[in-house]
C-alpha cells in the first residue's frame, strides 16, 4: 500500500491488521503505527473511511492502557461519523465505543446503545438492533432499572429469534439465565442455563462451558 501511495489501501491494510490483533496475544504495535500513518495519509477530508480508522485506532490505544487519547479519538471519530452521515460507518463506531468501555460508564453507556439501537432499527439492521438490546440489558440491569432491562432483554430475544442465528440465540438465551437468577427462581434459572448450554454446544459459542459453569 506504501509503494502504490494509496491512502485508502493504505487505511485498508490497518484495518485489517487491528482486526487481526484485536483480542488476540499479538502486539498490538504495527497496528497502532500503521494507523497513525493512514490517518496522516489521509488527511482532513471527512470520511467514513477517516472515521473508521480513528475508531480502529481508539480500540489499539485503551487495549495499551492509553485510556485518555483512546477517550478523544473515540469521540472524534463518533463526531466525524456523525457529520459524514454514514448509517453504517456510526453503528460501527457506537459498536466499538461500547465495545472499548470497561465495566464503568454505565450511564454512558446506556445512551450510546440506544443510540445505536434507533439507527440500527432505522436502517433496518436486525443484527445490530440486537446487539445494541443486549448492551441496553447490561447498562439497565446495573443502574437498577428493572423495568427497563427486561424491556431490553425481551427486545433481544425478538430479534434473536428474527436473525435465527444459533450464537444469537444462545447470547440472548445466556442474558435470560441472568435475568431469572436475578429474581431468584433458581430451579427455572437451570433449566434455561441448561438450554443455553446446547445452543451454545450446537453454534460452538467460545467460552461455553466456562460460561455454562458460571450459570
Not at 494507523?35 to 482532513?44: A, C, P
Not at 495499551?64 to 454514514?86: F, N, P, Q, T
Request: net charge negative.
Amino acid at each position: 500500500a506504501r509503494r502504490l501511495d494509496g491512502a485508502e489501501e493504505l487505511a485498508a491494510a490497518a484495518l485489517a491488521l487491528e482486526a487481526a490483533v484485536w483480542r488476540s496475544d499479538e502486539s498490538s504495535e504495527a497496528a497502532l503505527e500503521l494507523l497513525e500513518e493512514s490517518i496522516t495519509q489521509l488527511g482532513t477530508e471527512e470520511t467514513a473511511l477517516r472515521a473508521t480508522c480513528l475508531g480502529s485506532l481508539a480500540r489499539v490505544l485503551q487495549s495499551r492502557g492509553d485510556a485518555s487519547r483512546a477517550a478523544a479519538c473515540r469521540e472524534a471519530a463518533l463526531e466525524l461519523s456523525r457529520r459524514v452521515g454514514d448509517a453504517r460507518s456510526l453503528l460501527v463506531m457506537l459498536y466499538g465505543t461500547l465495545e472499548a468501555w470497561g465495566p464503568t460508564n454505565a450511564e454512558e453507556r446506556l445512551s450510546i446503545a440506544t443510540e445505536m439501537a434507533q439507527l440500527a432499527e432505522r436502517s433496518g439492521d436486525q443484527k445490530n438492533a440486537m446487539e445494541a438490546h443486549v448492551w441496553r440489558f447490561w447498562s439497565l440491569l446495573e443502574l437498577g432499572e428493572r423495568e427497563g432491562a427486561e424491556n431490553a432483554l425481551e427486545e433481544q430475544i425478538a430479534r434473536a429469534r428474527k436473525l435465527r442465528h444459533p450464537i444469537y440465540l444462545y447470547l440472548a438465551t445466556g442474558n435470560k439465565v441472568a435475568w431469572v437468577l436475578q429474581q431468584g427462581r433458581l430451579a427455572e434459572a437451570e433449566a434455561i442455563a441448561k438450554e443455553a448450554h446446547a445452543i451454545g454446544l450446537r453454534s460452538r459459542a467460545e467460552n461455553e462451558a466456562w460460561i455454562f459453569g458460571v450459570h
